[in-house]
């Protein structure tokens, strides 16, 4: 069992999201926001992906741990509302919407989730909704 699954229903009022009811989803958002991205990347399938923007797929709970260690510092999700549809395979399909906060900018977002038939992330999608000066204007040199 991961710490993710310890986490009480009371603990989701900061997020709510309305239309969204998925646990692995309400999850997703507390464990990111609270900084426990072992139990953030628990939340995935064995081989789930995640998209961050301006990145390519990080594949496998491991290497969504140490993304999420080295990237997801200082960073705030504040989701506001989504729509979820099971898609013809039986997997769910979540898209949520609502701002990421960082120390030197807020901006827009859709975090795009399917969902397997045993409620754990395949995929995950993260998209800036921005303009393309204020995308350029986000990205970091590296």
């Given at each position: 069992m991961t710490s993710a699954e310890f986490i009480s229903p009371a603990q989701f009022e900061e997020f709510q999201i309305e239309g969204i009811t998925e646990a692995s989803v309400l999850n997703y958002f507390e464990t990111l926001n609270a900084g426990d991205?072992?139990?953030?990347?628990?939340?995935?399938?064995?081989?789930?992906?995640?998209?961050?923007?301006?990145?390519?797929?990080?594949?496998?709970?491991d290497a969504i741990a140490a993304y999420l260690k080295q990237e997801g510092q200082n960073i705030k999700a504040y989701p506001?509302?989504?729509?979820?549809?099971?898609?013809?395979?039986?997997d769910i399909q979540v898209q949520v919407t609502g701002k990421a906060q960082t120390s030197w900018?807020?901006?827009?977002?859709?975090?795009?989730?399917?969902?397997?038939?045993?409620?754990?992330?395949?995929?995950?999608?993260?998209?800036?909704?921005?303009?393309?000066?204020?995308?350029?204007?986000?990205?970091?040199?590296?």
């Open positions: 991205f072992e139990a953030t990347a628990a939340l995935f399938a064995i081989d789930g992906v995640m998209r961050p923007p301006f990145e390519s797929d990080i594949v496998g709970t506001n509302t989504g729509i979820a549809e099971t898609l013809e395979n039986g900018c807020s901006v827009n977002v859709l975090w795009l989730f399917i969902l397997n038939q045993q409620r754990q992330i395949l995929y995950t999608r993260i998209k800036l909704l921005a303009s393309p000066k204020e995308l350029l204007s986000l990205r970091r040199e590296k």
